[in-house]
């Protein structure tokens, strides 16, 4: 089963990835984010795909999500792992905890958000009653079982439009609708993947308090501080998801 990692914000590289090639990918949707690396992970062939860019400088709004989800189809993934930096709303979920998502709700607008929009013969509507690959999200929470890594096997993702962070009222509301992290990318990422019928699990790294949960102004050094070591822990949960994989 070929996989790709989509790195978020603090991964826009995979320390310990052995490049084979970098492939630049053109679409009828437009360039992917960056070139889609194809590389060799603790053994395990894989590919990876910084989603802000690799210098990290696409705003989650700007980012061609068509693109870049066409492109790994075409590179035949069958299964991708997305890493996101998040906000925490729900009060058991710390900086640095991570998250396997099993629900989302989206707050995006104005973005390209489906494959589904010209030409078709006729009008379509994919099932997005469960948007991550139950079996995927299995395998990662047992993976961080085995390593002992404290980590929430469930939690519903609001994906907000960003660039600008919440309002304390906005993640008040957030909470009353049943949200636990906030993001900026989960969506339309995760509805594409399911178009394509590609597998999807999105691993969260909680990388601050949301607006008005924590004591202090969110600011992105406090983010990339943190995320620095949450990020760490992603590539242990990764190495360990490889091993189980091909053991
Ligand atoms: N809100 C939205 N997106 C985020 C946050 C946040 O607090 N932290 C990291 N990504």
Avoid at 174 to 194: F, S
Wanted: hydrophobic share 40%; proline share 4%; with cysteine.
């Amino acid at each position: 089963m070929t996989t790709a990692i989509i790195g978020g914000t603090g991964l826009t590289d995979l320390v310990g990835l052995e490049i084979i090639h970098k492939r630049k990918m053109n679409t009828p949707f437009g360039e992917t984010s960056s070139p889609i690396i194809h590389g060799r992970y603790c053994g395990q062939e894989l590919l990876f795909l910084a989603r802000h860019g690799a210098g990290h400088t696409i705003p989650p709004h700007k980012i061609n999500y068509r693109a870049n989800l066409w492109s790994l189809k075409e590179l035949h993934v069958q299964q991708i792992i997305a890493i996101a930096a998040v906000g925490s709303i729900h009060p058991d979920m710390h900086p640095k905890d991570l998250v396997i998502p099993h629900q989302l709700i989206d707050y995006t607008y104005g973005r390209e958000h489906t494959f589904f929009a010209e030409g078709l013969s006729e009008v379509t509507h994919i099932d997005f009653s469960h948007p991550y690959c139950e079996s995927l999200r299995q395998q990662l929470s047992r993976a961080a079982q085995q390593l002992m890594l404290p980590i929430h096997t469930q939690g519903t993702y609001a994906a907000t439009q960003g660039p600008r962070l919440e309002t304390a009222a906005e993640i008040n509301r957030l909470e009353r609708d049943g949200c636990d992290i906030v993001g900026m990318t989960g969506m339309p990422e995760a509805a594409l993947a399911k178009e394509l019928g590609l597998c999807y699990a999105s691993c969260a790294v909680v990388a601050n308090y949301a607006a008005g949960r924590g004591s202090a102004e969110i600011s992105l050094a406090e983010i990339r501080e943190t995320l620095h070591e949450g990020i760490e822990k992603i590539r242990r949960l990764l190495e360990q998801w490889i091993a189980l994989e091909t053991g």
